[in-house]
């Protein structure tokens, strides 16, 4: 019985491993979010915390909804309550959550509309961030900028790079037939020769960006719950 | 002024505060954990010898400030930006008002800047007249992610926002300082964003804007704009103290800076006092690209006179002596992304 939980315990962190913060592009258990999870019977808890009580609730919203989602799916497991704990806006977003209320439905007063352009936006940064890395890999394997905007999927190496790459252009909706280009615009389409350098320049600062944002949110969370210090994860 | 290795410095601190956190002048929770979270920020970036107990980071005195930014801190002008936040703090925060009160005892070392909200409407308008000329106003801080009423914040592209941008023009106030977000209301958009400086730039050429913290965190949406808009600035605030925790990250916020946006646009500030200038200054004096992240241009003396002091020096007329002008004369040395030498 005892073997039977704990399994199940495993397949909730599991799942909550697939749950990113939008903002930072990594999973919320990586980045030490995730404080407890319990499973009794078919109900599961899981408590989060976030680096500031004033972090955005919109991107706070996303992680508990989506927490909500991942650990439903874990067969076995019936309902699911996620806590989101120290934060300004708890009390509206675990409750929000829990009855299926949509942002709106959780700020009615306040919310203008729900949050799929925001989660769109943030997705296209995760892919450019991950085009950037797979580049980076081909530049190192011998590629050269200017062979870059015709190195296919099929051309990237087993290993992370490829794997991130695909993940986040599936989120974005881009196709996956190792033919598809690497280097691309945020619709897919192909770039010009004359324009991979600041395609790529870009790309680079995007990657920078989110990078920089977690190792800071990482130190706020540090600093904030002092036992939380949690391995980085080599980006 | 700063003088190291034979290179001499003049500092303009381009974001200072003098506020009131503490309990006594906290009006809920949300103003206890306004300061609890600059204390973080204050704990996390600082260096262990520079940390301050709670009490005192709560609320300082004018004696801690002008010796900590004058007397230690190598500053020879700052520029104080008005936080207000009246609905987290009885008395507000840090209000142009109590800016002023310390900048009249200290004649020549501060500039202090207004704020205003373009939903005050005609009131605002008038109130933003009678702030200029009281304090000679050359400059304002803006907060756009405030809600206020039934509205979720506001965006400088706004046409109510463009009309106290022009009066901005007619007073003369000619440098406008932006800081995006964070929002402590559930907002569907991201309360970052930086597009409407843009809109706001194109349309404004005579004025600055300055955006605060460097668009941080979206760094490259900031950067994208900045390279387009000859008048659009970054201040450093907040990028600054990753110079000692985490120092390749500063060298890249700072390479990435200097690429898209280019050295003469942006400014050094503290944010005194979630940190202090005197550690901020000698590091960055001292402070080099690591050799293997070859993407980014070197960090000379004159750009780091730039940087510290003559950038923000330009931007509000400020005479700087001529001993502490940049040695080489302006040419483009470094690779600078498009738009950005325009």
Redesign the interface.
């Given at each position: 019985m005892t073997l039977v939980r704990t399994d199940q315990r495993e397949a909730v962190v599991d799942a909550l491993r697939t749950v990113r913060d939008p903002?930072l592009d990594e999973s919320i258990v990586d980045l030490g979010f995730v404080t407890s999870s319990t499973v009794d019977g078919g109900h599961a808890e899981v408590r989060l915390r976030l680096p500031?009580?004033?972090?955005?609730?919109?991107f706070a919203?996303l992680m508990v909804a989506d927490a909500q989602d991942a650990v439903r799916s874990v067969p076995g497991i019936d309902t699911a309550s996620i806590v989101l704990v120290d934060h300004?806006?708890s009390d509206?977003i675990n409750s929000g959550v829990a009855a299926g209320a949509g942002?709106v439905g959780?700020?009615p007063d306040?919310?203008?509309?729900?949050?799929d352009?925001?989660r769109r936006?943030f997705q296209r940064?995760a892919h450019v961030a991950a085009m950037e890395r797979a580049c980076r890999r081909l530049l190192t394997d011998g590629w050269t900028i200017e062979s870059l905007p015709h190195a296919r999927l099929a051309d990237l190496p087993d290993g992370a790079e490829r794997e991130r790459l695909r993940r986040r252009r599936a989120d974005v909706d881009l196709p996956l037939d190792p033919g598809c280009l690497v280097l691309v615009g945020d619709d897919g389409a192909p770039v010009e020769p004359d324009d991979a350098p600041?395609r790529l320049?870009?790309a680079?600062?995007?990657r920078?960006?989110i990078?920089?944002?977690a190792?800071?949110c990482r130190?706020?969370l540090?600093?904030?719950y002092p036992d939380s210090a949690v391995e980085e994860v080599l980006r | 002024m700063y003088t190291k290795d034979g290179e001499s410095y003049f500092v303009v601190d381009g974001h200072v505060h003098f506020w009131d956190g503490s309990p006594a002048n906290q009006a809920n929770i949300h103003g206890t954990q306004f300061i609890d979270c600059f204390y973080d920020y204050h704990k996390n970036l600082s260096p262990a010898e520079w940390l301050w107990p709670k009490d005192k980071f709560e609320k300082y005195s004018e004696q801690d400030l002008i010796h900590d930014l004058f007397e230690v801190g190598y500053v020879d002008k700052a520029i104080f930006q008005p936080t207000y936040l009246t609905d987290f703090y009885t008395n507000g925060f840090n209000t142009t008002e109590q800016d002023a009160a310390v900048a009249e005892k200290y004649p020549d070392k501060f500039i202090v800047n207004g704020a205003w909200d373009p939903r005050d409407g005609e009131r605002g308008l008038r109130a933003l007249g009678e702030l200029a000329q009281r304090y000679n106003l050359r400059g304002v801080k803006l907060y756009t992610a405030e809600w206020r009423g039934d509205s979720h914040g506001w965006k400088l592209s706004d046409p109510e926002a463009f009309r106290y941008l022009e009066k901005c023009r007619e007073l003369g106030i000619k440098n406008i300082h932006v800081h995006k977000g964070p929002t402590i209301r559930p907002l569907e958009r991201d309360a970052f964003d930086v597009h409407d400086v843009d809109v706001a730039a194109t349309e404004f050429t005579d004025l600055n804007f300055i955006v605060e913290h460097v668009g941080l965190p979206r760094l490259e949406d900031f950067c994208w704009i900045a390279t387009q808009e000859p008048n659009v600035y970054g201040g450093l605030a907040v990028a600054m103290p990753f110079i000692h925790s985490r120092p390749r990250y500063f060298a890249q916020i700072v390479g990435e800076l200097c690429y898209w946006i280019g050295e003469d646009k942006i400014l050094f500030a503290s944010d005194y006092a979630i940190w202090q200038p005197k550690w901020l200054v000698e590091k960055f004096v001292d402070f080099e690209i690591p050799e293997d992240l070859t993407e980014y241009a070197p960090l000379t003396a004159d750009v780091k006179r730039k940087i510290l002091g003559l950038n923000a020096a330009a931007l509000y007329d400020i005479e700087v002596p001529a001993q502490f002008a940049a040695k080489v004369p302006d040419e483009p040395a470094a690779e600078v992304a498009v738009g950005a030498s325009s």
């Open positions: 903002e500031t009580y004033f972090c955005a609730p919109n919203y300004f806006a509206a942002f959780s700020f306040e919310a203008g509309s729900e949050l352009d925001l936006n940064k600041l320049r870009f680079h600062t995007v920078v960006s990078d920089g944002n190792h800071f130190g706020l540090a600093t904030r | -």
